[in-house]
C-alpha cells in the first residue's frame, strides 16, 4: 500500500465568543482536514489546526508523504525532523496562541499525517486506532465537562449564525447554569473552568459555586492560562484547596517552570497537595524530566495534535507513569475527526488519570464533517466504535460547506488579542500576569 495523495481542506466552523487569557474566540475557528488517499483505494483521515501556517506546513511535506508506505511512520518521523537540534524545538502550546507557534511545525505536522496513515493502516487490517497501539485499556474515554466564560452569541456570522444555546456567561450563576446545561446533554462527571477572565476573586466564587451546586462527587479544575503571579496562584490555591483536591486540579496558573515549583512548594508547605497540571510550561518530551525534578508540574497534559500524535501519546503515558507523574488531555476547537482521534489516543493510554478536556459541546451539528452528525457521549464519554481506522467517515456536502465558510472570512490565523480589541475593548492587551 502506497499513498498516492494527500488532500488538505482548510474549513472555517463557527465558534462562540469565548473568553480565556488568550482574550476572545473569533466568530469562526479555523481547523484543516487532511486526507491521504492510497493505490489501494483507501482514504485516511486526520483532522489538525487551521489557516496558513499549519496549511503551509503539511504542503512542504507533500514530496515525502506522497509515495510512501503509511506503515513507515518511524522514519517519516526522523525525516520530518533531521533539522531540529533537539527535541526541545517542538513546542506548541507556549504563550502564544495555541496552534500559532511556528516552532512546533514539526510534531503538529507529523500528528496529523500519522493519524491519517492510522486511520488508513486500520482500514487496511480491519482494526480500530487505538487495537493498533497494542489495544485499549478502555472501551469508553471520559471527558470534562469545559466551562468557558463568555459573551452573549453562539458564533458564526450571518448566514451562518448559530443558536447562543448557553447565553452570556460573566459571573458564578451563569457559569453554573451552563455547566447544568452542559451536563444534562453530555452526562460529563468532571468539570474543567476556563479561567484568567475575571478578577480572581470570581473565579474563586464561581468554583465555590461549582462545589455547591454539582458537590464532590465531580472533580474540579480551573486553567487560567498562566493569568496569575505567583503569589496570586498560592493565594487561589490556598482559597481553594478544599474545591480542588480529591480528584480536581490546578491548570497552568501561573508562568514558567520556576514559578509553577515556587507555587508547588508554597502550598506543600501549608500541608495543601492540591496537583499542578500544565500544557503550557510542559509541551515536549524535554520538559517532562524537567518539570518532574522540580516539582513544578504532577499532571501532564497530552494532546495528540501537537505531542506528535496518538503513539507519542501512549509514549507520554508510559513516561509520566515511570516518572510517578499524571496525565490528563488538552483540547482546542475542534469537530468529530479530531475527537475520534483523541478517543483513540485515550483508550491506548494506561497512565491517563482524569477526565479529557473537550471544546466540542462548543461545536454545533451545522459544523460537523463526519457521517450521520455530531458524535454521540455515553455519561461523558465516548465509545471506541467498532469501525475499523477512526471510525468515522468524511460528510463530503458539509465538507464543502466548512471550506466555502473559509473562503469568505478575511483572517488565516487565530488572534485572541485582536478580537478583544474589535469587539470587548480596543485597549485590551495580553498582559502575564494579568493577577
Ligand atoms: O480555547 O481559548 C481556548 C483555550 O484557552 C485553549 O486555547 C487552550 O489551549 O484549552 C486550552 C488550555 O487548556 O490551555
Ligand atoms: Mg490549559
Redesign the pocket.
Known sequence: MRISDLILHPIAIADPP??????L?APF?LRTVVELKTDSGLTGIAETYGGDGPVAALESVRPQVVGMDPFQLSSLFRAMTADVPSRQGDRS?TYL???ENPLDRHTRTFAAIEIACLDLIGKAVGKPVCDLLGGRVRDCVSFSA?L?YKHGGGGGIGEDAREDEYGEVLDAAAAVRECRQMIARYGFREI?L?G?VLPPEVEIETIRALRREFGAAYPLRI?P?CAWSVETSVLVGRALKDELSGGGYL??PCATLEGMGEVRRRLLNESNETPLAS??AVTCFDDVPAAQARDAVQIV?SDPHYWGGVRNMQYLSHLTEVLGMGMSM????HLGVSLMAMTHAAAACSNLTYAC?T?YP?QTERDEVVTGGRIHFDNGGVRIPAQPGLGVELDYDQLARGRERYSKIPYRK?D?EAEMQKHVDPNWKRILPRW
Open positions: 469565548l473568553r480565556s487569557s488568550y482574550g474566540h475557528a502550546q496562541v495555541p496552534g469545559y468557558f474543567k476556563k484568567g486553567d492560562n491548570e497552568d500544557n503550557v497534559l488538552h483540547s482546542n476547537s478536556d471544546h462548543w487565530r485572541d
